[in-house]
């Protein structure tokens, strides 16, 4: 069992990289058409409501969306969603696309339902962006709108949508002067918020030290920092300084920068990423960021296909080196004693029973076939005999037991040999891509929500992605694999085959 939940933890060892990290960085961009309107899906609503604001003793106006199915029978999550500078409550609307961008990822299965409002974040009696919108007043009634947020708007929203009431159930997020907002008002009232989003955050953004005065209560109390800029913008500096300043005091965030400028095309890609970061379930209290969803499972090579000795993927060993073969091809030699290659994400399936290589050496020694660490499991010795040369070129074999599944194989070295290539015999052909149901290739919250489909007699998995559903290798898919890929999903590492 032990060995079958390695493997799980292997295949989704990049799940695992990012739950530790604070920083993210994906070169991936939404996959198109992320923010058209699909016809053959559900469809959110979106309308514009009239509060009281005690703080302009004016009526102000935001949009809302309310997703598809939306129901008062059930209790919803709020995002407050801010705009910039020479924006208002429509902003998002006109450039965004945020209807379309929460329409098709709750077709896919992929965010917690939410209601997503989108106020008028300059709180002044005229808070309409015109004349000069960088004059000081107008200025001042974007920070002036945390009043109005905390004891205007969000009361009004509370009481006229079914909506969960908790500070986990509320998140804020903007778009530069919305961004600074977000920031500054999203650590400022975290007994309100417990994730906040700065894409793009303008120079209304407080200074690191200032946003970030008291460390260990964020830690303690945010679920989501998330922070994206576009490399090309020119406010790119604010972002990487609130970024580096969390990084050098230890407070976890999710931080996106890729190639972009000041525009909606990188700001949609901000709400895409961190619409899948917010209002999700974790097990702890404490503050970990959540998971990034769309992580790549790793590249997994079959045991029983011939490796390239050459295609290690780390060594530990001062000469080792990629050598010419006489064959025309490519191996390994200049070899000594304690030397080893690792070649990562190995699948041995159901388990090999035998190892050939094809290897030339003038001498003797031998080959340690080792899992997961240079002192792992040995599943097989390969003794080295002498072949007549270094460039005289035979197969050479050795037996192998213990193992199954994905496992990273370590040859250790007694001594020198030239290996061309290597492969493992006598498995049987079972399932790689654990845990990716739908073979997009990446382990997603829609794996998880196919799964508990299966298991509840909704939709069933057959085949391959049936094969993939025994997350744990022990042949039956049922409500243990669930536990498992959540947790994956979850980032939290499950070592215990009990749960
Ligand atoms: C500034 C540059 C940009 C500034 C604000 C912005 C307050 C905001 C830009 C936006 O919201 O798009 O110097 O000062």
């Known amino acids: 069992m032990q060995k079958r939940i390695v493997s799980l933890v292997l295949a989704l060892a990049c799940f695992f990289t990012l739950a530790k990290a604070t920083t993210v960085t994906t070169s991936a961009a939404p996959p198109s058409g992320f923010d058209q309107y699909r016809s053959n899906i559900p469809h959110g609503k979106v309308e514009e409501i009239t509060y009281y604001s005690t703080t302009t003793k004016t009526n102000r106006k935001a949009t809302v969306y309310t997703p598809p199915g939306y129901t008062t029978s059930q209790k919803y999550n709020v995002l407050y969603l801010l705009h910039g500078i020479g924006g208002d409550h429509q902003e998002w609307l006109n450039g965004g696309s945020p209807q379309n961008i929460l329409d098709n990822l709750y077709a896919e299965n992929k965010i917690a339902?939410?209601?997503v409002v989108m106020p008028n974040g300059r709180a002044m009696a005229d808070d309409r962006p015109i004349g000069d919108i960088y004059s000081p007043e107008k200025q001042a009634a974007f920070n002036n709108f945390q009043y109005d947020l905390i004891n205007d708007l969000i009361p009004y929203i509370e009481s006229k949508y079914s909506v969960a009431k908790d500070r986990e159930n509320r998140a804020i997020a903007g778009l530069s002067m919305g961004g600074g907002q977000a920031l500054n008002f999203g650590l400022k009232y975290m007994d309100y918020f417990a994730y906040t989003g700065g894409f793009s955050?303008?120079?209304n953004t407080q200074s690191p030290s200032a946003l970030v005065s008291n460390p260990s209560l964020i830690r303690e109390k945010m679920k989501v920092i998330y922070i994206s800029?576009?490399?090309?913008?020119?406010?790119f500096s604010i972002a990487k300084g609130?970024?580096?300043?969390?990084?050098q005091v230890n407070v976890p965030h999710v931080w996106y920068q890729a190639p972009g400028n000041h525009d909606f095309v990188f700001w949609k890609d901000s709400l895409y990423q961190y619409v899948q970061l917010i209002f999700k379930n974790t097990t702890t209290p404490t503050a970990t960021p959540t998971i990034p969803t769309n992580t790549p499972?790793?590249?997994?090579?079959s045991a029983f296909d011939k490796i390239e000795a050459e295609n290690f993927d780390?060594?530990?060993a001062r000469e080792l080196s990629i050598i010419d073969t006489v064959n025309g091809g490519k191996g390994i030699g200049y070899i000594n004693n304690g030397d080893y290659a690792v070649y990562k994400s190995v699948d041995f399936k159901n388990g090999a029973n035998s190892f050939k290589a094809l290897v030339a050496s003038s001498?003797?020694?031998?080959?340690e076939l080792r899992l997961n660490s240079p002192t792992g499991t040995l599943i097989g010795k390969l003794s080295i005999s002498a072949t007549g040369g270094w460039n005289n070129y035979e197969e050479q074999t050795c037996t192998i037991s213990n193992v199954t599944g994905v496992n990273d194989l370590y040859l250790v070295f007694s001594g020198p040999v030239n290996i061309d290539w290597f492969k493992f015999d006598g498995g049987t052909n079972t399932t790689i891509g654990l845990g990716d149901l739908d073979g997009d290739g990446y382990v997603t919250s829609v794996d998880l929500a196919l799964l508990k489909r299966h298991l509840l007699g909704m939709g069933y998995l057959t085949g391959e992605s049936l094969a993939k559903a025994d997350v744990n290798?022990?042949?039956?898919?049922?409500?243990l694999d669930f536990a498992y890929l959540k947790a994956a999903i979850l980032g939290i590492i499950v070592d215990s085959p009990d749960l």
């Open 297 to 301: 499972v790793p590249t997994i090579k």
């Open 363 to 367: 001498l003797t020694s031998t080959v």
């Open 473 to 479: 290798r022990d042949g039956d898919v049922n409500s």
């Open 113 to 115: 339902p939410m209601i």
């Open 229 to 235: 800029c576009g490399e090309q913008d020119s406010l």
């Open 201 to 203: 955050p303008a120079p």
């Open 242 to 247: 609130v970024h580096d300043y969390m990084t």
């Open 314 to 316: 780390s060594k530990n």
